[in-house]
């Protein structure tokens, strides 16, 4: 019965497809979110899923890949903000508020200028499983293999910025070239991860497995490795949820893993 | 030969002039402590030989511009501004401001030591006192062996129980790992009891010298306003905090 359950769903090449995807995007989620969650950055993250959704938006409007203009939008908009806040007087968290809304805005705005009700753009909203293709896959791996190799060689930098950048850079790291990296990084990730869990619930992916793993964690490499393992986790049970009870796959996953964020304050 | 040779800096932050015309050298083995009103730009001063900000003029640290000798120079800041909840050891500091050539419980045991912190190994930073938080960093910034240790109060925040220790170690590691030390203190007893050569900084160098000429009601007047009065440690009197 049991295993009935569990196997059903794996016969069907979409559910496959988007498990594939869930869990290779959810490793490479893993890693941004650990930083994401460590450097206070959760309101950046979120505005980086409102600067995809523009994106997305210029991309139907202009006939790009919608995922391609939100990989790009993300970046460029990402790279404006760190720029702002390096060179204003301007706290990051207004400037970020003040991209956030002005992304929005033209966001909706550009999708008032498309003709008739474009239904394909709730599945950026909300995550759809079913529009997941080959080529998504094809994405997600490749970018679990970009964050690998660049986590590789950021991971003790990033952690020494995090700490203390002066002492940092006192030590020879390069702070700037690696905080704009992880931006690049960032929005790639949440990009990527739209068409999974959407534009509404991106951060969450980022955010509540690392949250709920920094609450257990006794060190910093458990901190990754219970973020990987929570990810995982939720989108395994988050899709088949979704499956089960026909809904959107985005809150199933991001359901999950509040509940494992739930289980980690019992802890 | 100076470890440390400054002719002429300006640092000019927002249109703010922080620090003017400052000249002075400092030798290998000294312990030279900054004073000076909070303000005053002794933590621009302590930046400006880490190389973490633009200047003007002509600077000089361990025989290259600031910030080059990397491994040659350690720094103990300010009261570090870190979360506590971060779940993250002694150890797991150590490993990633180390090379990876010397990420071992070794190396870092070795470090800890010197400052006295050997047991902290496997401890949370979230759970250490200030004290002990100190003495980690300061077992940080040794671990490439620097010949020019820079700290910028780095008793701040500790008990005076702690900040004894604190100073104790400093004065024998800078006889053992024959150390040349820049010292920024409020606390005008550790000066005199530990500087070879004393900065009063106010915007521009005050005045200059040993402790003894230094630390006199006219130079302190001019530092902080007259008023302020320094008993020194030998008298009977409790020391100033200024």
């Known amino acids: ?267 | 030969m100076p470890i440390v040779s400054v002719r002429d800096l300006n640092v000019t932050l927002e249109d703010h002039h922080i620090l003017q015309n400052l000249s002075f050298d400092i030798e290998a083995g000294e312990v030279v402590c900054l004073i000076g009103p909070n303000g005053s730009g002794k933590t621009t001063l302590i930046k400006t030989l880490l190389g973490l900000i633009p200047y003007m003029g002509s600077v000089t640290v361990l025989d290259g511009p600031p910030g080059a000798p990397r491994g040659r120079l350690g720094y103990v800041p300010q009261k570090i501004d870190f979360d506590r909840t971060i779940p993250l050891t002694v150890r797991d500091l150590l490993s990633f401001f180390t090379e990876r050539a010397d990420s071992n419980d070794k190396h870092y045991k070795k470090c800890l030591d010197l400052v006295g912190a050997g047991d902290l190994l496997d401890r949370r930073l979230g759970d250490l006192s200030q004290g002990e938080f100190q003495r980690v960093i300061m077992g940080l910034a040794l671990h490439r062996h620097p010949q020019l240790l820079i700290l910028d109060e780095p008793a701040a925040g500790v008990d005076l129980e702690g900040e004894v220790v604190f100073y104790e170690i400093l004065n024998k590691l800078k006889t053992e790992e024959k150390l040349t030390v820049i010292l920024v203190s409020h606390d005008l007893s550790v000066v005199y009891r530990y500087a070879t050569q004393v900065l009063c900084v106010n915007h521009a160098l005050v005045c200059r010298g040993l402790p003894q000429e230094v630390l006199t009601a006219d130079t302190l007047g001019q530092l902080y306003g007259h008023g302020a009065v320094y008993h020194h440690p030998e008298r009977p009197h409790p020391a100033v905090r200024l």
């Open chain 1, 1 to 267: 019965m049991f295993l009935d359950l569990l196997v059903s769903p794996l016969a069907h090449p979409f559910f496959l497809r988007a498990l594939t995807a869930g869990l290779l995007l959810a490793i490479a989620a893993s890693f941004i979110g650990v930083f994401v969650v460590l450097r206070k950055m959760s309101f950046f993250g979120d505005a980086v899923g409102h600067f995809a959704f523009t994106g997305i938006a210029l991309g139907f409007l202009l006939g790009f890949d919608p995922i391609l203009a939100a990989v790009v939008f993300s970046i460029l908009i990402a790279i404006g903000v760190g720029y702002l806040e390096d060179r204003t007087t301007l706290s990051l968290d207004t400037t970020i508020g003040i991209f956030f809304s002005g992304a929005a805005a033209l966001g909706i705005f550009l999708i008032g200028l498309l003709r008739g009700y474009r239904a394909d753009l709730f599945q950026y909203l909300f995550g759809d499983i079913l529009a997941i293709t080959q080529q998504d896959i094809i994405v997600a791996a490749l970018l679990v293999v970009v964050t690998l190799t660049t986590m590789a060689l950021a991971w003790r930098p990033l952690l020494q910025i995090t700490f203390n950048k002066d002492l940092a850079r006192v030590n020879g790291v390069k702070v700037d070239f690696w905080e704009y990296a992880f931006l690049v990084l960032l929005a790639l990730v949440t990009a990527a991860s739209i068409k999974t869990v959407g534009i509404l619930l991106v951060t969450a992916l980022l955010i509540v497995p690392a949250a709920a793993a920094k609450q257990a964690a006794k060190n910093i490499r458990q901190l990754l490795v219970f973020t990987i393992i929570i990810s995982l986790l939720s989108v395994v049970f988050g899709l088949f949820g979704s499956y089960y009870w026909n809904t959107a796959s985005g809150p199933a996953i991001i359901l999950v893993s509040l509940l494992f964020f739930v289980l980690s304050l019992l802890w």
